[in-house]
Nanobody
Framework: QVQLAESGGGLVQAGTSVKLSCKVS????????MGWFRQAPGKGRTFVAS???????NYPYSLKGRFTISRNKAKNTVYLQIHSLKSEDTADYYC?????????????????????WGQGTHVTVSP
């Protein structure tokens, strides 16, 4: 059974950085397309970043440059680093595994393309 476990959230100060982790168990990371999403209080779940099987990455234009997705195959872990944190980054952050539809270098962005989700880790950005 494939499972995801996010960690690394907490109370962080605006302007600093945070690195979130998503440990994958039950399947080799190299076979998976992974994504990060976030959900702010009272809002829907939105795309933050994705990484393809061959290591390509994708971000929304509004977040490009501040968010970095990466992976460590040996640790079977995907990371999301957020730089220059802003108050609007306060949210629950979720990692997810794509359903297996996309091949090679594809980096999907739609939550409906992802089938397995972690429990999330919360980030609160203080002024």
């Amino acid at each position: 059974q494939v499972q995801l476990a996010e960690s690394g959230g907490g109370l962080v100060q605006a302007g600093t950085s945070v690195k979130l982790s998503c440990k994958v168990s039950g399947h080799p990371l190299s076979d998976l397309v992974m994504g990060w999403f976030r959900q702010a209080p009272g809002k829907g779940r939105t795309f933050v970043a994705s990484i393809s099987r061959n290591g390509g990455t994708n971000y929304p234009y509004s977040l490009k440059g501040r968010f970095t997705i990466s992976r460590n195959k040996a640790k079977n872990t995907v990371y999301l680093q957020i730089h220059s944190l802003k108050s609007e980054d306060t949210a629950d952050y979720y990692c997810a595994i794509e359903k297996g539809i996309f091949a090679g270098g594809a980096c999907p962005t739609d939550p409906s393309d992802f089938g397995i989700w972690g429990q999330g880790t919360h980030v609160t950005v203080s002024p």
